[in-house]
């Protein structure tokens, strides 16, 4: 069965540092899929990215990138310069490519940026 | 605009008095499915669709019903609500995942049953 770790339960870091928020996962397939999900204040779930396991290369999109290393079953997300709008709970997610395509969440870390 | 709707946002219930979620999505994804989050366990899924008339158990389905009578509809039923059963809860639709695309969610039903 699949799991996914976020060891991070709650960080807190002043507006304007780099956080990074760790993601380690399980899983025998070789074929999977791992997301990021925002949840901020209002509850919705906000998709931030989907990486296939195929696909090592790091991403950056303004200030988020991700690192995705399989040889440690890690998909850590990093925010530069943090900004107060940042604060939200953020999971990671695991999604395998066959029957039940369910999306196995980590239990979250919920990231607060002090002004 | 692509969305999952889910309705009512917030529900207020009694311990045993029947109540439906509806969620409903325009993408025409064949797979839709019902998580509860729940504090320091994440969200965990309760019940899955991967198209119509074709439903099954997910991680937690114990006091809950669902039916896919609809490609675009996917209710969750609670035929005698406990108060375990006080959880956010969120309905998500997606394509198969060989198509390598991402899950999109409703906007949360928060239910408290007293």
């Known amino acids: 069965a699949q799991k996914v770790t976020q060891a991070q339960t709650e960080i807190s870091v002043v507006e304007k540092e780099d956080v990074t928020l760790d993601c380690v996962y399980e899983t025998r397939d070789t074929t999977y899929y791992l997301f990021w999900y925002k949840q901020p204040p209002s509850g919705e779930l906000v998709f931030l990215i989907r990486?296939?396991?195929?696909?090592?290369q790091n991403e950056i999109s303004g200030r988020y990138s991700w690192n995705f290393q399989k040889s440690t079953s890690s998909f850590n997300f990093t925010i530069t310069a943090s900004q107060v709008v940042d604060s939200a709970v953020y999971f990671c997610a695991l999604r395998l490519n066959f029957g039940n395509e369910k999306l196995t969440f980590g239990t979250g870390t919920r990231l607060t940026i002090i002004p | 605009e692509a969305q999952v709707t889910q309705n009512p946002r917030y529900l207020i219930t009694v311990t045993g008095k029947k109540l439906t979620v509806t969620c409903s999505q325009n993408?025409?994804?064949?797979?839709m499915s019902w998580y509860r989050q729940d504090p320091g366990l994440g969200l965990r899924q309760i019940y899955y669709?991967?198209?119509?008339?074709?439903?099954d158990k997910g991680d937690v389905p114990e006091g809950y019903k669902v039916s896919r009578k609809e490609k675009r509809n996917f209710p969750l039923i609670l035929e005698s609500p406990s108060p375990n059963q006080t959880s956010l809860y969120f309905c998500?639709?997606?394509?198969?995942?060989?198509?390598?695309?991402?899950?999109?969610f409703g906007q949360g039903t928060r239910l408290t049953v007293v």
């Open positions: 998500a639709s997606s394509l198969l995942s060989r198509l390598n695309t991402e899950a999109f």
């Open positions: 990486r296939n396991s195929f696909d090592e």
């Open positions: 993408m025409n994804h064949e797979y």
């Open positions: 669709s991967m198209n119509v008339e074709v439903t």
